[in-house]
């Protein structure tokens, strides 16, 4: 996140800005040195940062929006075109190889919870050990999804639009909102999201697109959420939205960042979400929160 002051006092003494995001970048990647994050977060991996199982994996082939390529295009799909509602999930990092898995799980989950509605997966290529690398990744993601809604691949003005976006899938979501011109999309639900907690507030990198993109933006955070609590922290340096919700009374190097969006909403889960891996499972987590606010 840039300093708007900072950078026009450098950009007026003909000095490069210098954004806050770099620097934690910087100091990060030199904390965690040659011994790679999972020796710096003590497992990766065991902490369900890098990716989470005991999904349910579907019996036949599962509808899916495929990112991987600058061509996005939807794979068994036709079945859903006279859907009137659609939820989208966008899995996190290193959840390539289960994304059908994780949107099937959400919609058992929503079925257990009297919420009749067709789950689509859209995936991305996430599946890298340099995390910064999904980052960056779960931008070009976000503008693909974005094409691929301003396609007409879906009717959005007859179907009902949700996105669902788990751990750095709550990031790609963000990053399509921004790359949205309109409100195309209903509701938006962040859970365990790997973003930095001033990153919805006013003029911050995903305000303007939680204002414009979508009519109600929800994020679900858990305080017991390890992998977004401290693991997101070892490599970025900051605290991250699925963790304690945002935050705009400002940092190390800006102001008070003003607030969030009329259309955002913090939703605290701590009591409900023991675990990164468990927001959107059937018999755990808070889908019952995310029907409520859906409905």
């Given at each position: 996140?840039?300093?708007?002051?900072?950078?026009?006092?450098?950009?007026?003494?003909?000095?490069?800005?210098?954004?806050?995001?770099?620097?934690?970048?910087?100091?990060?990647?030199?904390?965690?040195?040659?011994?790679?994050?999972a020796g710096?977060?003590?497992?990766?991996?065991a902490?369900?940062?890098?990716g989470?199982?005991?999904?349910?994996?579907p019996?036949?082939?599962?509808?899916?929006?495929d990112?991987?390529?600058?061509?996005?295009?939807?794979?068994?799909?036709?079945?859903l075109?006279?859907?009137?509602?659609?939820?989208?999930?966008?899995?996190?990092?290193?959840?390539?190889?289960t994304?059908?898995?994780?949107?099937?799980?959400?919609?058992?989950?929503?079925?257990?919870?009297d919420?009749?509605?067709?789950?689509?997966?859209?995936?991305?290529?996430?599946?890298?050990?340099?995390y910064?690398?999904?980052?960056?990744?779960?931008?070009?993601?976000?503008d693909?999804?974005?094409?691929?809604?301003?396609s007409?691949?879906?009717?959005?003005e007859e179907?009902?639009?949700?996105?669902?976006?788990?751990?750095?899938?709550?990031r790609?979501?963000?990053?399509?909102?921004?790359?949205?011109?309109?409100?195309?999309?209903?509701?938006?639900?962040?859970?365990?999201?790997?973003?930095d907690?001033?990153?919805?507030?006013?003029?911050?990198?995903?305000?303007?697109?939680?204002?414009?993109?979508?009519?109600?933006?929800?994020?679900?955070?858990?305080?017991?959420?390890?992998?977004?609590?401290?693991?997101?922290?070892?490599?970025?340096?900051?605290?991250?939205?699925?963790?304690?919700?945002?935050?705009?009374?400002?940092?190390?190097?800006?102001?008070?960042?003003?607030?969030?969006?009329?259309?955002?909403?913090?939703?605290?889960?701590?009591?409900?979400?023991?675990?990164?891996?468990?927001?959107?499972?059937?018999?755990?987590?808070?889908?019952p929160?995310?029907?409520?606010?859906?409905?």
């Amino acid at each position: 996140m840039t300093d708007d002051h900072s950078d026009g006092h450098r950009q007026e003494h003909g000095l490069e800005p210098i954004s806050r995001r770099r620097v934690l970048r910087t100091t990060a990647a030199t904390t965690v040195g040659a011994g790679g994050l999972a020796g710096a977060t003590g497992s990766a991996s065991a902490s369900g940062f890098t990716g989470c199982d005991d999904w349910e994996e579907p019996l036949a082939e599962y509808p899916e929006i495929d990112l991987t390529s600058g061509n996005p295009t939807a794979l068994n799909f036709d079945a859903l075109e006279d859907e009137d509602e659609v939820v989208i999930f966008v899995h996190g990092w290193y959840g390539l190889e289960t994304s059908t898995d994780q949107a099937y799980t959400l919609q058992q989950a929503f079925e257990a919870n009297d919420y009749d509605v067709s789950v689509v997966a859209a995936s991305w290529e996430a599946d890298t050990p340099n995390y910064w690398r999904a980052e960056d990744t779960a931008e070009t993601a976000g503008d693909r999804l974005a094409s691929w809604f301003e396609s007409g691949r879906i009717d959005l003005e007859e179907t009902t639009v949700r996105l669902v976006g788990h751990s750095l899938g709550g990031r790609v979501c963000l990053e399509t909102l921004t790359a949205l011109d309109e409100n195309v999309v209903e509701t938006v639900a962040l859970v365990g999201t790997a973003a930095d907690d001033d990153s919805v507030c006013t003029d911050e990198t995903y305000a303007d697109g939680i204002d414009t993109g979508a009519r109600a933006v929800y994020n679900y955070h858990s305080e017991n959420d390890d992998s977004v609590c401290y693991g997101y922290g070892v490599v970025s340096l900051s605290n991250a939205l699925g963790c304690g919700g945002s935050d705009c009374t400002g940092g190390w190097f800006t102001d008070d960042s003003g607030s969030t969006p009329d259309t955002y909403t913090d939703v605290d889960v701590s009591d409900e979400v023991d675990d990164h891996c468990d927001y959107t499972k059937p018999d755990s987590g808070c889908v019952p929160q995310l029907v409520d606010d859906f409905e």
